[in-house]
């Protein structure tokens, strides 16, 4: 399902202003989006999206992957800088191998790490490439 599928408030009803859109959008609609790499596979989707409170700035979207209904699916932080949105097909895009993926630190619904440490936090940045 795509932003424009969940948007219960019309927020992007109307293209030709320059409200919201691909440039400000709501958090809650982009929950539930599809993950795709360079290579058309898909990755899996946005289960969440983490924010900053001292900043206020988005750090992390959490991808789930693999599992059926929910079993099985492993998550993963991935810095939200790491992410493009592709409005065409309205999905975002990472930028990585799906094996590489299945290699990423990732962790269970019931263990999630304590993204708030800057130790970890580094170590996510350097496994995508991206800077804090």
């Known amino acids: 399902m795509n932003y424009e ?6 927020i992007y009803k109307d293209n030709s202003h ?13 929950v539930g989006n599809d993950v795709y790499n360079h290579k ?23 991808l789930s992957f693999g599992g059926f209904l929910g079993m099985g699916e492993k998550l993963f932080a991935v810095p939200w800088s790491a992410l493009t949105l592709d409005t065409k097909n309205k999905r975002f895009l990472l930028s990585i191998e799906k094996e590489n993926l299945k290699k990423a630190p990732g962790f269970d619904k019931d263990n999630w790490p304590d993204m708030a440490n800057s130790d970890w936090a580094k170590g996510i940045h350097t496994y ?3 800077k804090p």
């Open 18 to 30: 320059k409200g919201p859109g691909p440039s400000i959008m709501g958090a809650d609609t982009l």
């Open 128 to 130: 995508y490439s991206t």
């Open 5 to 10: 599928e969940r948007d219960t408030y019309g």
């Open 40 to 62: 058309d596979e898909a990755l899996g989707e946005i289960k969440e999206i983490m924010l900053d409170m001292s900043s206020g700035k988005v750090d992390y979207a959490v």
